[in-house]
C-alpha cells in the first residue's frame, strides 16, 4: 500500500555532505517507522538509521553515528537523511524502506521486518 522512492544522491567529495530524501505515496506515513539502508558493490546491505513513528525516537550505526542525521515530515510524507563528513566508505546505493511494526526505540528493526521499499539512489564520496 505504501511506495518509495529516494532522491537527493550523487557525487560528493571527502568532508562533504549530501542530504537523501524519500517521498512516499499511497498511505499516510505516519503508520510506519523509517529506516534508511546502504549497500556497495559486493557487500551486504547494512542498517543506517530509522526513525519511529509518532514519538520519533532515532537509532543510527556506530559508523555514522554523529556524522547522519534522520528526520521526518509526516505531513509532507517525507524521510530524510543528512549526512556530513562523508568518507569514501559511506560509497553505496542508499534505500528507505518502512515498517509497520510499533519499534520502541532501541536497536532498529531488522533488515526483515521492513516490508516496504525505495528503489534507491547513488552516493559516491570520491575526490
Not at 499516510?28 to 513513528?53: N, T
Not at 559508523?63 to 517525507?78: A, E, L, W
Amino acid at each position: 500500500q505504501l511506495q518509495l522512492v529516494e532522491s537527493g544522491g550523487g557525487l560528493v567529495q571527502p568532508g562533504g555532505s549530501l542530504r537523501l530524501s524519500c517521498t512516499t505515496s499511497g498511505f499516510p506515513l505516519d503508520y510506519y517507522a523509517v529506516g534508511w539502508f546502504r549497500q556497495a558493490p559486493g557487500k551486504e546491505r547494512e542498517g543506517v538509521s530509522c526513525i519511529g513513528r509518532t514519538h520519533y525516537k532515532t537509532n543510527y550505526a556506530d559508523s555514522v553515528k554523529g556524522r547522519f542525521t534522520i528526520s521526518r515530515d509526516d505531513g509532507k510524507n517525507m524521510v530524510f537523511l543528512q549526512m556530513n563528513s562523508l568518507t569514501p566508505a559511506d560509497t553505496a546505493v542508499y534505500f528507505c524502506a518502512a515498517t509497520s511494526i510499533h519499534w520502541r526505540g532501541t536497536d532498529c528493526p531488522g533488515e526483515t521486518e521492513y516490508r516496504y521499499w525505495g528503489p534507491g539512489t547513488q552516493v559516491t564520496v570520491s575526490s
